[in-house]
Nanobody, 126 residues
Framework: QVQLVESGGGLVQAGGSLRLSCAAS????????MGWFRQAPGKEREFVAT????????YYAGSVKGRFTISRDNAENMVYLQMNSLKPEDTAVYYC???????????????????WGQGTQVTVSS
């Protein structure tokens, strides 16, 4: 049974930082690209960042590029999202996702990801 468990969310002031973690189990980690998505109230779930197995390739949404960094530890089956210079518009539930490589629908499509975590809330106050 595949499980993705996020942690590290919380309340932070604008300009602050948070580091999200995602622990993966029940899957052959080397066969999966990993991604982060987010969903704000009343909005659709949107792509944030993704990383290949080797971590040689990363891809970011334009709204977070230069502020967020995705990384992975393949020995520990972990994925991270370092979020710096946070803005109130970054407030959302953040979801970890796993998709078999190569991605079937591209790097930023939800359709490329088969497994999802339950999400962790990130709230940025102004």
């Amino acid at each position: 049974q595949v499980q993705l468990v996020e942690s590290g969310g919380g309340l932070v002031q604008a300009g602050g930082s948070l580091r999200l973690s995602c622990a993966a189990s029940g899957l052959t980690f080397s066969r999966y690209g990993m991604g982060w998505f987010r969903q704000a109230p009343g909005k659709e779930r949107e792509f944030v960042a993704t990383i290949s197995w080797s971590a040689g390739a990363t891809y970011y949404a334009g709204s977070v590029k230069g502020r967020f960094t995705i990384s992975r530890d393949n020995a520990e089956n972990m994925v991270y999202l370092q979020m710096n210079s946070l803005k109130p518009e970054d407030t959302a539930v953040y979801y970890c996702a796993a998709g078999p490589l190569p991605y079937r629908s591209g790097w930023s499509s939800r359709n490329s990801f088969d497994y999802w975590g339950q999400g962790t809330q990130v709230t940025v106050s102004s």
